[in-house]
Nanobody, 125 residues
Framework: QLHLKESGGGSVQAGGSLSLSCVLS????????MAWFRQDPENEREGVAH??????SPAYADSVKGRFTISRLKNVLYLQMLDLEPEDTGMYYC????????????????????WGQGTQVTVSS
């Protein structure tokens, strides 16, 4: 069984930065995908960033390219967020799955079976 716990959310002004962390525990050896998603009350959960544990280039939503960076150190997944915009406001979740996903599914929430509880990010204008 896999457990994920996010931290690092908060409130910032537009143009500011935040760094999110997600600690993974339990059965982490078999993981292939690690990703960040976000959701606000008016929209569906959307994929923000993805990386394979086996290497390769990360994937990002178009809206965050050039501003967000996903990385990992051992069992901690990070999301560095720069130049934040009010549209980045939402609950941020980390997710993981052992089955290596095709490129088209990397930011598809339905492909993930393990989720954290989320951490809130609020960006004011």
């Amino acid at each position: 069984q896999l457990h994920l716990k996010e931290s690092g959310g908060g409130s910032v002004q537009a143009g500011g930065s935040l760094s999110l962390s997600c600690v993974l525990s339990g059965d982490t050896d078999s993981l292939c995908n690690m990703a960040w998603f976000r959701q606000d009350p008016e929209n569906e959960r959307e994929g923000v960033a993805h990386m394979y544990t086996i290497g390769g280039s990360p994937a990002y939503a178009d809206s965050v390219k050039g501003r967000f960076t996903i990385s990992r150190l051992k069992n901690v997944l990070y999301l560095q967020m720069l130049d934040l915009e009010p549209e980045d406001t939402g609950m941020y979740y980390c997710a993981a799955d052992p089955k290596c996903l095709p490129f088209s599914k990397r930011l598809d929430q339905s492909a993930y079976h393990s989720w954290g509880q989320g951490t809130q990010v609020t960006v004011s204008s």
